[in-house]
């Protein structure tokens, strides 16, 4: 029944209300309420849980591929600002340093195509250098001494005048056989000399050996062996910046000596 006017809706709540009071109300269901409110909270609990595990998943997952991820080549890499090179560091590389052409072997007295020098040996006077072959050099205070593998002995004096003492010269004396020869001669006029060289007319170039007394007297004695040769050879004195300061040209034995080196 739907009341048509306000007394009627009155009515029926009075009725309704006069009802109600003769209904007793049950006791309160607290202990349902309390079960349903903690498998309520169990289920809330156990859905956060498997999203905090599937998120820790995922975060796991993404830290293996960071680590087992090689890292690309330097080549693919783009630059940071810092590694871009600057205005100044696009300028072209300075040119190499120019090398200096190589010494020329010369007759003059190129140090880099003569045999290394043999600085004098400094021997006390008439003491006996085994000059090699069965050949003897010994030097005192007027000359040069030598003999042969015969015992045959010589002398060449740097006292009698013929060698001018005054300037830089060399004297020569030889002898030869099918074997080849023993050159030796006295060097004078400098105490600079470091070396002197045999050059044969091939332009093969042996280095003597140099003998002086103590104090460096201004003069020695030099000695070499040399192959078989049909030329007369060239023998020059050297001081030690290899400058040339005598020779005696080829064809040239015994005599005076030579003249300094122009």
């Not at 209904?23 to 169990?42: F, I, K, N, T, Y």
């Amino acid at each position: 029944m739907i009341p048509e006017s306000e007394t009627e809706a009155a009515w029926v709540r009075a009725v309704f209300a006069e009802a109600a009071d003769d209904v007793a109300p049950g006791p309160v269901p607290l202990a349902d309420v309390r079960r349903r409110g903690r498998a309520r909270r169990a289920r809330r609990s156990a859905a956060l849980g498997v999203v905090a595990a599937a998120a820790t998943a995922v975060v796991a997952v993404a830290s293996v591929t960071l680590v087992l991820s090689p890292a690309a080549p330097a080549d693919q890499r783009q630059p940071s600002v810092a590694d871009r090179p600057g205005p100044s560091d696009t300028s072209p590389p300075p040119p190499p340093a120019p090398v200096p052409p190589a010494p020329s072997a010369s007759a003059g007295g190129s140090a880099s195509s003569r045999p290394p020098a043999k600085p004098p040996r400094s021997v006390r006077p008439g003491e006996r250098v085994d000059a090699g072959q069965g050949w003897k050099v010994w030097l005192t205070e007027d000359g040069k001494h030598w003999s042969g593998p015969d015992g045959y002995e010589n002398f060449r004096s740097v006292t009698d005048g013929n060698l001018d003492l005054s300037r830089p010269g060399l004297s020569h004396q030889s002898q030869s056989g099918p074997d080849g020869a023993f050159h030796s001669g006295v060097y004078y006029g400098t105490r600079d000399a470091a070396g002197v060289e045999i050059a044969d007319g091939s332009g093969r170039k042996t280095a003597a050996t140099l003998l002086e007394l103590p104090g460096h007297p201004g003069w020695g004695v030099w000695y070499a062996h040399t192959p078989p040769s049909e030329d007369g050879p060239t023998i020059t004195l050297y001081d030690d910046a290899g400058t040339a300061l005598a020779d005696v040209p080829g064809g040239l034995f015994g005599g005076r000596g030579a003249s300094p080196a122009s």
